[in-house]
Structure formats: C-alpha cells, structure tokens
C-alpha cells in the first residue's frame, strides 16, 4: 500500500506528467484506480510462475518437417504450371461505342455492335502426385492415381480394368428397381447411400434428368437385402405370376362386359302393356266362377251375384 500512497498525494506520478494532477484535481480518483490496477498487474506478472511448454517428441518433429517439405513441393509445383493468374474461358461480348449513321431524313441513328474477344484458353496442368497417394487397382492389383470409377462413384478400379458392357455398366433407376427389386428407400437411405451421375433423358430432353447407378453396386445392395441369388430370383417369380394373374383377371372383366353389352344390345325389352286374352269360365262353387289367360296362362276368379 506505500506504493499506492504517491497516486493519492497532490504530487503527480511519474507515469503521468505534472500538469495532470495540477490542472485537473477533480481526476486525482480516477489516477489512483488507475495506478494501483497496474502496480497489481505488475506483481501478478511477476510472482506467476511461467509455465514451461511440453518438448515435442521426434515423431513429431519428424511428422511436421514431412508436412512442411510436401507444402512446399505443392506450392512450388502450382507456381510452375500455373504462373499466371485464371482468366474466364471461352468468349466474351464487349459492347463497342455506338455508331452513328446518317439516315438522310434530318436526324441519324446509333447502332450498337458486339465485338467477340476470345479469350486464350490456359490449360492448367495437375499438381505432381506423391507417393502415398497411389491407389492400388482392386481388379490388377496395379497403382494408379486417378480413374472415372474412383471420381464417380468411390469404386478402387483403374480405367483399364473397366468393364462396360458387363460388370461396371451404367443402368438407370428404373431398371435397378425392377430387375433387382429395390425400393427407393434402398437406393437413397440406407447406409452407405448408392452414388449416381446424372445425364439428359436421350428420349426427350425436356424431361428429367435420369439417374444412373452401377450395376456392381446395385447387385451388392440386392444382395444384402434378399441375402442369396436364389432368393432374388422367387421373389422375381412369385411377382411375375402375381403380375400374370392380374392381367388375366383384368381380361377375363373386360371380355364379360363386353358380351354384356352385345347380349343387351340383341335383347330388347318388350315395354308395351299385356292385354290378357281369357278363354272359357269354369265354375267352381255356387256362384264363383274363374276364367285363364290363353297367352299369359292368368287365372282371374271372380264371384257372379
């Protein structure tokens, strides 16, 4: 506290000139805060004691020098191929100052023109490739370092190892739900999500876009869905006869309305009324006689008083 004591005199300290405490004797409080907040930080700094960092270990060391010496080899390989900075591709329109054309009627016109300057196209070379980053073929066993099937859809297959037309082929959403029996939910939610590219509907443009998986994949996930080939195949049995059965029942409906509505179109209903036609009465009782229809065989029995 006897350092404090100077900051509460009417002497001023020697962290502040003279003309502070002399001039304005109302901030002498604020001085005294001041001064004591930092004679407290200065002690604080001084008696912590400065904790001691932990030494790295060599593998460490060893591990950011590797880092060190691949960014630097990644940088100066951008450097070289790419020495100029990326312009805009392809051709952009310029609007030229417009040009006046006299029409000979008393006024004239400015017509606008488009001047195309083409861009020169720099072709941007891949930075260099280490070591630890080649991939090894699953089908020949070979490195390589880039493919289609490793771009699109995260398959560990070279470009020379693709097959087209069989294993590797592409085949639409449609197709996978149907030859496979997949649902939707299959495709887009379970775990790991089947990745897709998509293309323009060749059959019309204007459509949606398709979605194509590839074959290998979409068999796997068949397969962990039916478990066997075999149980993949009654499934698609017993569906196509149920898919049988409906056709033919849908037939066998359309067949007997149709010979309903020919047998209602022959037959016409006679709407007309019957005239009974009666024959000779007979007597039955004392005065209770009956009396047939010749045509509708009516019998009408009636009394006589």
């Given amino acids: 506290m006897r350092v404090l004591e100077p900051c509460l005199t009417r002497e001023a300290p ?6 502070l405490c002399a001039h304005a004797p109302s901030r002498r409080g604020n001085v005294g805060r001041l001064c004591t907040f930092l004679v407290l930080k200065l002690i604080m700094e ?8 932990p030494a790295l270990s060599a593998a460490m060391r060893a591990k950011i020098e590797r880092n060190r010496q691949r960014a630097l080899m990644l940088r100066q390989a951008r450097l070289a191929t790419r020495p100029y900075p990326s312009t805009g591709e392809g051709c952009s329109r310029v609007k030229a100052p417009p040009k006046i054309v006299d029409t000979g009627g008393g006024f004239f016109l400015e017509e606008e023109e488009e001047e195309e300057h ?15 980053d080649y991939l090894i073929c699953e089908e020949c066993g070979k490195e390589f370092m880039d493919s289609y099937l490793m771009n699109h859809f995260d398959l560990v297959t070279c470009d020379n190892c693709r097959d087209v037309e069989d294993k590797h082929k592409l085949i639409t959403r449609t197709e996978a739900k149907q030859e496979y029996l997949l649902k939707d939910c299959d495709l887009d939610k379970r775990e790991p999500v089947l990745k897709f590219i998509l293309k323009k509907n060749p059959h019309n443009p204007r459509w949606g876009d398709m979605k ?20 993949l195949e009654e499934a698609k049995e017993s569906r196509q006869d149920n898919r049988e059965k409906m056709k033919q029942k849908k037939f066998d409906k359309k ?7 020919v047998r209602s179109s022959i037959w016409k209903r006679d709407t007309s009324i019957h005239q009974h036609e009666y024959g000779a009465e007979e007597m039955l009782e004392d005065d209770l006689y009956k009396k047939i229809c010749t045509t509708c065989g009516h019998e009408l029995v009636y009394e006589k008083m």
Wanted: aromatic residues 6%; hydrophobic residues 40%.
């Fill in 212 to 231: 194509l998986y590839l074959k290998l994949q979409v068999i796997q996930r068949s397969l962990e869905i039916w478990g066997t080939e075999e149980a």
């Fill in 14 to 19: 020697p962290l502040f000139p003279a003309r």
């Fill in 118 to 132: 083409t861009a020169e196209k720099i072709v941007h070379l891949p930075g260099p490739v280490l070591e630890c």
């Fill in 255 to 261: 067949v007997k309305e149709l010979r309903h509505a």
């Fill in 46 to 53: 001084t008696s912590a004691p400065a904790e001691e960092k």
